[in-house]
């Protein structure tokens, strides 16, 4: 026998309604919130070069602005040429490897540098401009005579000029003729002649500025002191006028302090060869005086300063450097253009051949 309970709430449960629940839905939004317009259109793509007359693009915009639905104005006109584009600047440097290791790819090229082959000429007469000097005239103690050493292998004249301007075809002619006339006096062939002005030939210093002494006038290609040294053929030769040669000295009167004497200072050396003219210039390396009289792959400070074996054949300009062969002339232009020992830009390479028993 048991006792059975039961629950009056299972009993009536089948008696419960269950109501169904709408699904959840966002309030409406507010009335001050505007909806989204839908994005607009893009407009049509134009290029920057335009093939289309003055007159097309005058009804495309009237066509454009007669439209009154649409709220876009027409776009303008594209310029005649595109925007220039900046250029890239590189974060390496002329290394070729940067600091990482990795090998640079945005390098900058090295600018070309002309490489020449020197022509060898013949001058015939030489003024040794280290025995330049002024020496006072006895028979006129206010005028002043030019001396110096010179070399000649032929027969020929030296014209001494003041303040003499140059012409064409390496012609020299006075600016002031009131003071001063140029003086030409012949001399024979020889080593080592001792040339001095003719006493009452020569120039009054004190007539002119201490500055027109001791600068030229680039402007008008005036030097204080000109000294032009030229072949003359025998009488009876039938050589050509245009084949002989000049050697010329363009000079300054330079005075330190005052009452000491004058003295000359070269500035400027000019051959000219069968009508060319060719400004001459030292070069530093080459060695003193005729270089390759003297010349010996043997002695010290012959060979290039970069691979220390090969003889330096090679000048660079402006600088007038002789200090590497062609070999490494070749690879330093490939890298960079400055000379490593002065930091000078690289302008020009000429290689002189030179052998034991001169200059080719």
Same mark, same amino acid.
């Given at each position: 026998?048991?006792? @059975?309970?039961? #629950?009056?709430?299972?009993?009536?449960?089948?008696?419960?309604?269950?109501?169904?629940?709408?699904?959840?839905?966002?309030?409406?939004?507010? $009335?001050?919130?505007?909806?989204?317009?839908?994005?607009?259109?893009?407009?049509?793509?134009?290029? +920057?070069?335009?093939?289309?007359?003055?007159?097309?693009?005058?009804?495309?915009?009237?066509?454009?602005?007669?439209?009154?639905?649409?709220?876009?104005?027409?776009?303008?006109?594209?310029?005649?040429?595109?925007?220039?584009?900046?250029?890239?600047?590189?974060? +390496?440097?002329? /290394?070729?490897?940067?600091?990482?290791?990795?090998?640079?790819?945005?390098?900058?090229?090295?600018?070309?540098?002309?490489?020449? /082959?020197?022509? &060898?000429?013949?001058?015939?007469? /030489?003024?040794?401009?280290?025995?330049?000097?002024?020496?006072?005239?006895?028979? #006129?103690?206010?005028?002043?005579?030019?001396?110096?050493?010179? +070399?000649?292998?032929?027969?020929?004249?030296?014209?001494?000029?003041?303040?003499? *301007?140059?012409?064409? #075809?390496? &012609?020299? @002619?006075?600016?002031?003729?009131?003071?001063?006339?140029?003086?030409?006096?012949?001399? $024979?062939?020889?080593?080592?002649?001792?040339?001095?002005?003719?006493?009452?030939?020569?120039?009054?210093?004190?007539?002119?500025?201490?500055?027109?002494?001791? &600068?030229?006038?680039?402007?008008?290609?005036?030097?204080?002191?000109?000294?032009?040294?030229?072949?003359?053929?025998?009488?009876?030769?039938?050589?050509?006028?245009?084949?002989?040669?000049?050697?010329?000295?363009?000079?300054?009167?330079? *005075? !330190? &302090?005052?009452?000491?004497?004058?003295?000359? *200072?070269?500035?400027?050396?000019?051959?000219?060869?069968?009508?060319?003219?060719?400004?001459?210039?030292?070069? +530093?390396?080459?060695?003193?005086?005729?270089?390759?009289?003297?010349?010996?792959?043997?002695?010290? *400070? !012959?060979?290039?300063?970069?691979?220390?074996?090969?003889?330096?054949?090679?000048?660079?300009?402006?600088?007038?450097?002789?200090?590497?062969?062609?070999?490494?002339?070749?690879?330093?232009?490939?890298?960079?253009?400055?000379?490593?020992?002065?930091?000078?830009?690289?302008?020009?390479?000429?290689?002189?051949?030179?052998?034991?028993?001169?200059?080719?």
């Amino acid at each position: 026998m048991g006792i @059975s309970c039961s #629950n009056s709430r299972r009993r009536h449960n089948h008696h419960q309604t269950y109501y169904q629940h709408h699904p959840h839905h966002l309030p409406p939004p507010p $009335q001050h919130f505007p909806s989204a317009e839908p994005p607009p259109p893009p407009p049509p793509h134009q290029g +920057y070069y335009s093939t289309s007359s003055a007159g097309s693009t005058t009804t495309t915009a009237a066509a454009s602005t007669a439209t009154p639905q649409s709220s876009y104005a027409p776009s303008p006109a594209p310029p005649l040429h595109p925007p220039p584009t900046l250029p890239i600047q590189s974060y +390496y440097t002329s /290394n070729p490897y940067n600091s990482c290791g990795y090998s640079n790819h945005m390098i900058q090229p090295v600018p070309y540098v002309e490489h020449q /082959n020197a022509k &060898k000429v013949r001058n015939e007469v /030489n003024v040794h401009k280290g025995t330049l000097r002024l020496e006072l005239d006895e028979q #006129n103690p206010d005028h002043h005579l030019i001396s110096f050493v010179f +070399y000649a292998l032929v027969y020929g004249s030296i014209t001494v000029s003041y303040f003499a *301007k140059e012409e064409p #075809n390496c &012609k020299f @002619s006075p600016a002031y003729l009131d003071t001063h006339l140029p003086v030409r006096v012949p001399f $024979q062939k020889g080593v080592a002649h001792k040339f001095c002005q003719p006493s009452g030939t020569g120039i009054s210093l004190g007539l002119f500025e201490l500055d027109d002494l001791s &600068k030229p006038s680039f402007e008008e290609d005036v030097f204080p002191l000109v000294i032009v040294a030229e072949t003359s053929p025998p009488l009876s030769s039938t050589t050509d006028q245009s084949q002989l040669n000049d050697y010329i000295t363009q000079a300054v009167l330079e *005075k !330190k &302090k005052d009452g000491e004497p004058f003295h000359v *200072k070269v500035l400027k050396h000019i051959l000219w060869i069968e009508g060319v003219r060719y400004e001459l210039r030292e070069i +530093y390396g080459l060695g003193s005086g005729s270089a390759a009289k003297d010349f010996n792959d043997s002695e010290p *400070k !012959k060979e290039c300063v970069i691979c220390m074996t090969e003889p330096k054949n090679i000048v660079i300009l402006p600088c007038r450097h002789m200090c590497m062969c062609s070999e490494c002339a070749k690879e330093l232009r490939m890298q960079t253009n400055k000379w490593p020992i002065c930091r000078q830009p690289i302008e020009e390479l000429i290689e002189i051949k030179i052998r034991s028993g001169g200059v080719q």
